[in-house]
């Protein structure tokens, strides 16, 4: 089992940064991929940015340049910087770990962007 919090969502106005943090416990490794999705009202779930125990990330092309995923494999956490936010980023963030079948989601944490 693997246990994921998320924390550092809030509101933030259209250009501003903000940083997603996801801490996890459990049976959590390096073999795990760890990745933020995230989900606006009234859509479905959608990827956001993946990244890989050996250091490769992937991004969704509507968050290239803007947004950074980076790991930290002895501490287990996995954050998300993202700047120049627009209000189309407007959602719940949701981290996601995945290994083999098994795959684990945090409870998510809101991200609003807003004037």
């Known amino acids: 089992q693997v246990q994921l919090v998320e924390s550092g969502g809030g509101l933030v106005q259209p250009g501003g940064s903000l940083r997603l943090s996801c801490a996890a416990s459990?049976?959590?490794?390096?073999?795990?991929?760890m990745a933020w999705y995230r989900q606006a009202p009234g859509q479905t779930r959608e990827f956001v940015a993946r990244?890989?125990?050996?250091?490769?990330?992937n991004y969704a092309d509507s968050v290239k340049g803007r947004f950074t995923i980076s790991r930290d494999n002895a501490e287990n956490t996995v954050s998300l910087q993202m700047n120049s936010l627009k209000p189309e980023d407007t959602g719940v963030y949701y981290c996601n770990a995945v290994r083999l079948q098994f795959s684990y989601w945090g409870q998510g944490t809101q991200v609003t962007v807003s004037s």
């Open positions: 990244a890989f125990g050996g250091g490769d990330t």
């Open positions: 459990g049976s959590i490794s390096s073999s795990h991929i």
